[in-house]
């Protein structure tokens, strides 16, 4: 049977979300699939969430009882070609990059045409809108490194803003929870395939040691420019478990999902290490829906790696 589709012909369905996170875990909401501006203002009359990669995301085992909205058709495509209008001899402004192109392919296909500025990007599984709306990078790079226009919708208007336009910082963009990034122009460098892949494979190479299990990926921000996971580690929680999610025995700051993991699991290790670490610690992940920091998640408990009877996967190192 065909999915039903809305007044302007977006696809809607209910699905557990837990298919769309790289964590695997979320509950069953309604999604719509938009490919259009009409589509996507429809979408956003009711109370609504955007759903990109997924890459950092935590979604309750009951779902989310707003619309969850995922891009597709023309606004999940790429135009790489340069614009005569907007580029010069040493930097290269492409066509609209929809917010639904996955950024793992974005960062292959521009290091085989030898454009640079996005390689330290390398790695992240999200989707170039939620990417630029968090400013995700790494240690060698950030989404801001090649930005040149951002489109973003709002249930009241469509407009273009350039990263000036914004205060944007450290994971941040600075663009309001409610607005939609629908489409980028990127802001890039010429080099070569070669030069860009060289630069790739660095940062790459600094990922070794995280771990390859589901996951969210990093779970708190680092405070004051200090190591999460070096302050998680000397808290004694690298390797609790809590049900089936693990505080990585590779990296303390990130979260594992070993199989059928709930969010409940996950929720108790992020207020473990929040009673344990004793400095502030801002969470990285976006929990869907919010919950008041400190509050115990229900129907989960952890177990210590410096017990004798505690769950373990490998040694606490």
Same mark, same amino acid.
């Given at each position: 049977?065909?999915?039903?589709?809305?007044?302007?012909?977006?696809?809607?369905?209910?699905?557990?979300?837990?298919?769309?996170?790289?964590?695997?875990?979320?509950?069953?909401?309604?999604?719509?699939?938009?490919? /259009?501006?009409?589509?996507?203002?429809?979408?956003?009359?009711?109370?609504?969430?955007?759903?990109?990669?997924?890459?950092?995301?935590?979604?309750?085992?009951?779902?989310?009882?707003?619309?969850?909205?995922?891009?597709?058709?023309?606004?999940?495509?790429?135009?790489?070609?340069?614009?005569?209008?907007?580029?010069?001899?040493?930097?290269?402004?492409?066509?609209? @990059?929809?917010?639904?192109?996955?950024?793992?392919?974005?960062?292959?296909?521009?290091?085989?045409?030898?454009?640079?500025?996005?390689?330290? *990007?390398?790695?992240?599984?999200?989707? @170039?809108?939620?990417? @630029?709306?968090?400013?995700?990078?790494?240690?060698?790079?950030?989404?801001?490194?090649?930005?040149? *226009?951002?489109?973003?919708?709002?249930?009241?208007?469509?407009?273009?803003?350039?990263?000036? /336009?914004?205060?944007?910082?450290?994971?941040?963009?600075?663009?309001?929870?409610?607005?939609?990034?629908?489409?980028?122009?990127?802001?890039?460098?010429?080099?070569?395939?070669?030069?860009?892949?060289?630069?790739?494979?660095?940062?790459?190479?600094?990922?070794?040691?995280?771990?390859?299990?589901?996951?969210?990926?990093?779970?708190?921000?680092?405070?004051?420019?200090?190591?999460?996971?070096?302050?998680?580690?000397?808290?004694?929680?690298?390797? *609790?478990?809590?049900?089936?999610?693990?505080?990585?025995?590779?990296?303390?700051?990130?979260? @594992?999902?070993?199989?059928?993991?709930?969010?409940? /699991?996950?929720?108790?290790?992020?207020?473990?290490?929040?009673?344990?670490?004793?400095?502030?610690?801002?969470?990285?992940?976006?929990?869907?829906?919010?919950?008041?920091?400190?509050?115990?998640?229900?129907?989960?408990?952890?177990? /210590?790696?410096?017990?004798?009877?505690?769950?373990?996967?490998?040694?606490?190192?």
């Amino acid at each position: 049977m065909a999915a039903p589709v809305s007044r302007t012909g977006a696809r809607v369905e209910r699905l557990p979300l837990a298919r769309f996170t790289t964590l695997g875990v979320g509950g069953e909401s309604e999604v719509w699939f938009v490919s /259009d501006h009409a589509q996507l203002a429809e979408a956003m009359e009711q109370p609504y969430r955007i759903l990109g990669g997924g890459s950092n995301l935590v979604i309750a085992d009951e779902g989310v009882p707003e619309r969850v909205i995922r891009l597709s058709g023309p606004l999940a495509e790429r135009d790489l070609e340069p614009d005569p209008h907007l580029s010069t001899e040493g930097e290269i402004v492409t066509g609209w @990059v929809g917010g639904g192109v996955p950024l793992p392919g974005l960062i292959r296909q521009l290091q085989k045409l030898g454009l640079s500025n996005l390689e330290g *990007t390398v790695g992240i599984p999200a989707q @170039v809108g939620g990417a @630029v709306w968090m400013n995700a990078g790494t240690r060698y790079g950030e989404m801001f490194d090649g930005l040149h *226009t951002i489109e973003i919708v709002t249930p009241q208007e469509t407009r273009q803003v350039t990263p000036a /336009d914004l205060q944007w910082g450290y994971r941040d963009s600075g663009i309001p929870r409610n607005h939609v990034v629908s489409r980028v122009r990127l802001r890039l460098r010429p080099s070569t395939p070669e030069a860009v892949l060289e630069k790739m494979d660095f940062a790459d190479n600094a990922r070794k040691g995280q771990p390859k299990m589901k996951t969210p990926g990093c779970a708190f921000k680092n405070p004051g420019g200090v190591s999460a996971g070096r302050l998680i580690d000397e808290a004694g929680l690298k390797g *609790t478990r809590a049900g089936n999610a693990l505080i990585a025995p590779e990296h303390a700051n990130f979260i @594992v999902n070993l199989g059928g993991a709930t969010a409940a /699991d996950v929720h108790a290790l992020l207020d473990a290490i929040r009673a344990r670490v004793p400095v502030p610690m801002e969470l990285e992940y976006e929990l869907w829906p919010e919950r008041l920091p400190g509050l115990h998640s229900p129907g989960s408990q952890t177990t /210590d790696p410096h017990q004798p009877d505690a769950h373990r996967d490998g040694p606490a190192t």
